[in-house]
């Protein structure tokens, strides 16, 4: 990732307070058991949970996916909050990596690029530089589990995007590994709901095109599966861990 800045700063927020593309820092997680030390042979799974949520609730798909995994789960450093008289109220574990729930254009370049550099500054500074990691993410987390690889393309094993949408990159320095990540080949796993209500299906396209064009790409689409995830998503986000000999290792 380029040393130059981590941040592009944009205009004011009117949905979560402050800019887009305010500088971000990661300061709380869930670890997996044993610090995340107990399978060093094997792939970290980073886990980002989308808007509204936190480091808690991502962490059960790793039960369905990759149980024998270590895992930790970052929790957004955006709270989202909400009228209370004259003033706003904090939301209790409701946080956010935009300041908006989906934000679009410049907002959206910018937003992403924030907390994707806030993220791989904590990767680089908690996980081994030596150790596999595989990115996973739904929604917000699902653009940042792929803006990972946007933003430093050798560092990351593969990514799984669960209902995720894309930065455009109107901004051309919000996505600087982009060439770079052509060129690589990194599989990624892109799942979606095809009655999905909160991300048109244009932007859902658009991800998929993206990603054909970048990636090593596996997508699947779930007929009646909204703004979710699901058990039939699981079991193809497993054959395809096996079939990119992604979740085994020596423990």
Not at 64 to 85: F, M, S
Request: charged fraction near 25%.
């Amino acid at each position: 990732m380029s040393e130059r800045h981590d941040c592009l700063p944009g205009r004011a927020s009117s949905v979560v307070p402050g800019v887009f593309g305010d500088r971000l820092e990661v300061s709380h997680q869930r670890w997996s058991r044993g610090g995340g030390r107990s399978a060093p042979g094997r792939p970290l799974f980073l886990c980002l949970h989308g808007w509204g949520s936190n480091e808690d609730d991502i962490t059960d798909i790793m039960r369905y996916i990759a149980p024998y995994n270590d895992y930790v789960a970052l929790r957004a450093p955006l709270t989202l909050q909400e009228p209370q008289g004259d003033a706003l109220r904090r939301v209790a574990g409701a946080y956010s990596w935009f300041h908006d729930a989906v934000p679009v254009g410049e907002d959206l370049d910018r937003d992403a690029f924030a907390a994707a550099c806030a993220i791989d500054r904590w990767v680089a500074d908690h996980v081994a530089a030596d150790r596999d990691v595989v990115t996973l993410g739904f929604s917000q987390g699902g653009l940042l589990a792929v803006h990972l690889l946007r933003i430093n393309a050798s560092r990351y094993r593969a990514a799984i995007s669960l209902s995720g949408f894309l930065a455009p990159r109107i901004i051309k320095e919000s996505a600087p590994d982009d060439d770079l990540l052509a060129e690589r080949n990194t599989p990624v796993f892109f799942g979606y709901g095809l009655a999905d209500t909160v991300i048109p299906r244009y932007e859902i396209y658009a991800m998929s095109a993206w990603l054909d064009e970048h990636t090593w790409l596996t997508s699947h689409g779930y007929p009646r599966l909204d703004h979710s995830v699901s058990l039939e998503e699981f079991a193809d986000i497993r054959q395809w861990l096996v079939m990119n000999d992604i979740s085994s290792g020596v423990i």
